[in-house]
């Protein structure tokens, strides 16, 4: 009998703290009277920022929304957490949503620039201190929230942030954004049903194998206000997903968000509102066995942005496309030297116009990848030194294991370079809406170097009046002129003529080779 209690007391002992081992508790350095969230690790996990809301010494005082505070590992314990001073703090809400693999860029939540637009910025760590945040370039960027959370991929080529924004479901929702460079990212996807659903999905966080994502939700029952969750991604589309898992030893009746694993995935950090002395407090957890994380982060960064729509199963499933290999060359358009830039394809399926997908090449890529045979695809190509370019490819002209081969122009003083795509309404300088991707494209590159002045020079045939093609020429230069400073270009840095036919590049004898003479184009005049 006695052996019997001995026994049955050991084993419930031993489930007790088997069940207990994964519950969150509070960092004791970092507990505080404020509400603490967003923390995020350095990439040597020695340095750990998160927000603080309506502390006294944060820079708008007890009314300032969050400001970002940080604490070091010393022999194994976390300091007591000091306000980080500089520019990434002001009055608005700041917070840390990543930092790349070399600790050198941090991301921070907000356009420290214009706030009203909402967005990313990003910070470079200059000795012991941060700059000045600068808005980084998201096309189509919109948060109708008030909300924006996020991390960054370990790598720090993807981002995965929860906002309210184009094809939302309900209110946040989860998208992601690829890296093209330091302040270049490609626009907003939708992570579609398998994860969104119609309440609130927030602060997300991809895993080290870029496959397994953590996220809170409110739309989904469980313990409390809103639960941690995980997926796995299933295949490169990123709207495919497992199905959805609540992390039930790690929840509690209150608010449970800001999942992020560390310590090559063997502990957590969260955030949990119910056993904190304020509103929220910065806790640690060891990561549920549940979870299993990839050991390597998955090479391809193939992405989807199909319109997010449940699969209706009762449709036949279309036919497998067949794919062709490809082998992209980049060389410097005038020497024919090697380049390594990087290289972001898309293509859009053809005939169905809806099979849409991205590819991200890096400088240290093969260049090598598979494609429809029956799409068409762009290829963005940026390269330090020279002009981005933008490059369409008709698949169902390339042969399987073809080499394309693709021109860079350098930013060189006296490089004149023909904006091809920039067209006028005929016979004035109303600029057509077709023209304003490559007009958007010559103001990146003055942006990103502002060292850079050029001339805009308009040409016209030599058909018609010489005065009336000088004076239409001169007002179309001046058009583009006026739209690189709207877009905040300083004018000093821009010289507009117009030239009439008196330089052309082809005959004017037929039509065909006329229109070759009406042109716009700019030449870097200072670098």
Same mark, same amino acid.
């Given at each position: 009998?006695?052996?019997g209690l001995?026994?049955f007391?050991?084993f419930f002992?031993?489930?007790?703290?088997?069940?207990?081992q994964? /519950?969150?508790f509070i960092?004791?350095s970092?507990e505080?009277i404020?509400?603490?969230?967003?923390p995020v690790?350095?990439a040597?996990?020695?340095t750990?920022?998160f927000?603080?809301?309506?502390h006294?010494?944060?820079?708008?005082?007890?009314?300032?929304?969050?400001?970002?505070?940080?604490s070091?590992k010393?022999?194994?314990?976390w300091t007591?957490?000091q306000?980080?001073r500089?520019?990434v703090?002001?009055?608005d809400f700041n917070?840390?949503?990543g930092?790349?693999?070399?600790d050198?860029i941090?991301?921070v939540a907000g356009?420290?620039?214009?706030?009203?637009?909402g967005?990313v910025s990003?910070s470079?760590k200059?000795g012991?201190?941060?700059s000045?945040p600068?808005?980084?370039d998201i096309p189509?960027?919109k948060?109708?929230s008030?909300h924006?959370?996020g991390s960054?991929?370990k790598?720090?080529?993807i +981002?995965?942030?929860?906002?309210?924004?184009?094809g939302?479901?309900?209110?946040?929702d989860?998208?992601? *954004?690829?890296?093209?460079?330091v302040?270049?990212?490609t626009?907003?996807r939708?992570?579609?049903?398998?994860?969104? *659903?119609?309440?609130?999905?927030l602060t997300?966080?991809?895993?080290s194998?870029?496959k397994t994502?953590?996220?809170?939700?409110?739309?989904r029952?469980g313990k409390g206000s809103r639960?941690?969750?995980y997926t796995?991604?299933?295949?490169?589309?990123?709207t495919?997903w497992?199905?959805?898992?609540?992390?039930?030893?790690?929840?509690s009746?209150?608010a449970d968000?800001?999942?992020?694993?560390?310590n090559?995935g063997?502990?957590?950090? +969260?955030?949990n509102?119910?056993?904190?002395?304020?509103l929220?407090n910065?806790?640690?957890?060891?990561?549920?066995?549940?979870?299993e994380?990839?050991?390597?982060?998955?090479?391809?960064?193939?992405?989807?942005?199909q319109s997010?729509l449940?699969i209706?199963?009762n449709?036949? *499933?279309p036919?497998?496309r067949? /794919?062709?290999?490809?082998q992209?060359?980049?060389?410097?358009g005038?020497?024919?030297d090697?380049l390594?830039?990087?290289l972001l394809?898309?293509?859009?399926?053809?005939?169905s116009?809806?099979?849409y997908?991205e590819?991200?090449?890096?400088k240290?890529?093969?260049? /090598?990848?598979?494609?429809?045979k029956?799409s068409i695809y762009?290829v963005?190509?940026?390269?330090?030194g020279?002009?981005?370019d933008l490059q369409t490819?008709?698949t169902? *002209?390339?042969?399987d294991n073809?080499?394309i081969?693709?021109?860079l122009?350098s930013?060189?003083?006296?490089t004149?370079?023909q904006? /091809?795509?920039?067209l006028?309404?005929?016979?004035?300088?109303?600029?057509?809406?077709?023209?304003?991707e490559?007009l958007d494209?010559?103001?990146k590159?003055?942006d990103?170097?502002?060292?850079?002045?050029?001339?805009?020079s308009?040409?016209?045939?030599?058909t018609g009046?010489?005065?009336?093609n000088?004076?239409?020429s001169?007002k179309?230069?001046?058009?583009i002129?006026?739209y690189l400073?709207?877009?905040g270009i300083?004018s000093?840095?821009?010289e507009?003529?117009g030239?009439g036919g008196?330089?052309p590049?082809?005959?004017?004898k037929?039509?065909?080779?006329?229109?070759l003479n009406r042109r716009?184009?700019f030449?870097?005049i200072k670098?």
């Open positions: 009998m006695r052996l001995v026994l007391i050991l002992s031993i489930g007790f703290l088997s069940n207990g994964d /519950k969150p960092i004791d970092l505080s404020y509400d603490d969230i967003s690790l350095s040597d996990e020695n750990l920022y927000t603080k809301k309506n006294p010494d944060n820079a708008g005082g007890e009314r300032d929304s969050g400001d970002i505070w940080f070091q010393v022999n194994g314990s007591i957490a306000r980080l500089g520019p703090n002001n009055t917070a840390v949503i930092i790349t693999p070399d050198n941090m991301y356009n420290y620039k214009s706030p009203r637009k967005g990003f470079r200059i012991e201190n941060w000045e600068k808005p980084i189509y960027y948060n109708k008030e924006l959370s960054l991929s790598d720090g080529k +981002m995965v942030l929860s906002l309210e924004s184009f939302s479901r309900g209110n946040e989860i998208y992601y *954004t690829f890296r093209k460079s302040d270049e990212w626009e907003l939708n992570l579609g049903v398998d994860v969104n *659903t119609e309440a609130q999905e997300p966080y991809l895993a194998d870029n994502l953590f996220f809170s939700s409110n739309g029952g639960d941690v969750f796995k991604r299933q295949d490169a589309t990123w495919t497992s199905d959805v898992i609540n992390l039930e030893s790690i929840n009746e209150g968000w800001y999942f992020k694993i560390y090559n063997e502990n957590a950090l +969260m955030v509102t119910v056993n904190s002395v304020g929220g910065i806790m640690t957890t060891i990561t549920p066995d549940v979870v994380i990839e050991p390597e982060v998955e090479k391809s960064m193939t992405a989807s942005s997010v449940a209706n199963s449709k036949e *499933t036919p497998k067949a /794919k062709i290999q490809i992209f060359e980049v060389v410097d005038f020497t024919g090697p390594k830039p990087q394809i898309k293509g859009v399926n053809e005939m116009k809806s099979s997908s590819i991200v090449m890096g240290n890529s093969s260049y /090598k990848t598979k494609l429809f029956d762009t963005d190509i940026a390269a330090e020279y002009l981005d490819i008709k169902d *002209t390339v042969s073809e080499t081969r693709l021109e122009l930013l060189k003083e006296g004149t370079i904006l /091809k795509s920039v006028f309404e005929r016979g004035t300088a109303d600029i057509l809406d077709g023209s304003f490559e494209r010559v103001y590159m003055l990103k170097n502002p060292n850079i002045e050029i001339e805009l308009g040409h016209t045939d030599n009046s010489a005065k009336l000088i004076e239409l001169q179309r230069s001046d058009r002129k006026e400073v709207e877009k300083e000093n840095r821009l507009s003529n030239y008196a330089r590049i082809a005959s004017n037929s039509e065909a080779t006329r229109k716009v184009e030449t870097i670098n």
